[in-house]
């Protein structure tokens, strides 16, 4: 079992940036999959980026594309997310979850989540 804990959140102007962290327990963090999720106001909860266990394969949605870069360092039990400039859309509750085993884009593919970290965007 993994419990996740989300930091690095908070209210910034368009452009800026922001890294989240994910900070895991646990002595097998090398055996999951990492993914950060968000979920803005009145929307559904969507992928943003994931992570293989070794830390290979990065994934990213569309929207994040050439702006968000996620990492992690197993020897930290880590994962994070660059977030650089910054849009008003980008805002939302940010997630992360863990699988044992290989990466999905789905958040049912998940068995272990956080408690989430606010970022806010303004214009």
Known sequence: QVQLVESGGGLVEGGA????SCAAS??????YAIAWFRQAPGKEREIVA????????PYYADSVVGRFTISRD??????????NSLKPEDTAVYYCAAVRGINTYYPGGYD????GTQVTVSS
Do not use: D, E, H, P
Request: hydrophobic share 30%; no cysteine; net charge positive.
């Open 17 to 20: 940036s922001l890294r989240l």
């Open 74 to 83: 197993n020897a930290k039990n880590t994962v994070y997310l660059q977030m």
């Open 26 to 31: 646990g002595r097998t963090f090398s055996s």
């Open 50 to 57: 994931t992570i293989s266990r070794s830390g290979g394969s």
């Open 112 to 115: 272990y989540w956080g408690q």
